[in-house]
């Protein structure tokens, strides 16, 4: 597997360490281990030129300021930034691009990044999209133009769980001067760290993993440079969806967890694979911690584990599915991903329904296929849950 969650390259502390004490989060004005909530919208300036770090909260706030510190060090990053979701972070990439730039991003990626891409920004920005396969760089290759000034990448893919050579695709995006940008929300900063593959920008629906117990909505991107971090916060401040102080409070108190919930995640999401992929009706498994998947010694490689994440294919199509998630229980019928409890979705109603069904169908995305998202419950009730739904 590589290095351990604790051993990442470039980090000041092991991950587990950065997770509870990144980013110098206490309190200096009380010695508060966790930072207050900043509720103020405005503060009082020294004089008419000068002010104390904050003047108006959708430039900074304290409370965020303080994610984002430790979301920077968690990622090796210059700058990170949290929003209001990671559609907000995601739009704010994109206003990084002129009208009428030319996008490639995954055939088979997040049903929200789909929808900006192929529906709202050809109209209102004039972008040009190509949807690729990034599994393989001759197809990105292939696919870049002059005008290509963004290559968007998530990595695993949802709800497939493809991986995607980071090295490979930012070294080539980079010798044609293409931003590159990675949707990190499956594996978290404690499983990758795209920077370190070459990545211009990572980001996070913080919603998922980070938050981690599904009471907050929230996106994170991270800069590479000072320079793309200062673009970045300036266009965040021009378009103003920020996340508030209290989603930043739960966010940070999130990642205090997320080294030790990321190793229950994976170590349950391997077990559930391994159980299903030897069940009669389960025709296909699609996790990276499995031999079989596709990429996965790039996984090895390129992960320091295989996360909480996997669908699979039922034998019976799209009635077969929708029964086992009618029967199923311990794990609930619901959007979103990466709480600690188990989740079961639907893809072809549920986070890929913006795609068309011939579309959905050619990425890969069938009608019989389940994502889940595994929780930190015993996993021997997980596996009987899911015995019982197949019958």
Known sequence: MGRTPDQAAGATHGLSTACVHGGDTQDPATGAVMPPIHTSVTYAREDVDGHRGWFYSRVGNPTRDALERCVAELEGGA?????????????????????????????????GTFRILQDLRPRSAGLQVSFVDCCDLAAIGAAIRPDTKLLWLETPTNPLLRI???????????????????????????????????????????????????????????????????????????TGAVASPFDSYLMLRGIKTLALRMERHAANAQAVAEHLARHPRVGRVHYPGLPGHP?????????????????????????????????????????????????????????????????????????????????????ADLRAALDAALG
């Open 79 to 111: 700058q990170a930034l949290a929003f209001a979701s990671g559609m907000a972070a995601t739009a704010t990439v994109l206003e990084l691009l002129d009208a009428g730039a030319h996008v490639i991003a995954p055939v088979d990626g997040y049903g």
């Open 164 to 238: 995607q050579d980071l090295a490979g695709a930012c070294a080539l995006a980079r010798r044609h001067g293409i931003l590159t940008a990675v949707d990190n929300t499956f594996a978290t900063p404690v499983f990758q760290r795209p920077l370190e593959h070459g990545a211009d920008i990572v980001m996070h629906s913080a919603t998922k993993y980070i938050g981690g117990h599904s009471d907050v909505l929230g996106g994170l991107l991270v800069a590479g440079t000072p320079g793309l971090g200062a673009r970045l916060h300036g266009l965040r401040s021009t």
């Open 295 to 379: 990429q996965h010694a790039l996984a090895r490689r390129q992960m320091r584990g295989f996360g909480g994440m996997l669908s699979f294919e039922i034998e019976g199509g799209a009635p077969a599915a929708r029964g086992f998630l009618d029967k199923l229980t311990i794990f609930t019928l619901a959007e979103s991903l990466g709480g600690v409890e188990s989740l079961a979705g639907y893809p072809a109603t549920m986070s890929h329904a913006a795609m068309p069904a011939a579309q959905r169908r050619a990425a890969g995305i069938g009608d019989d296929l389940v994502r889940l998202s595994i929780g930190i419950e015993d996993v």
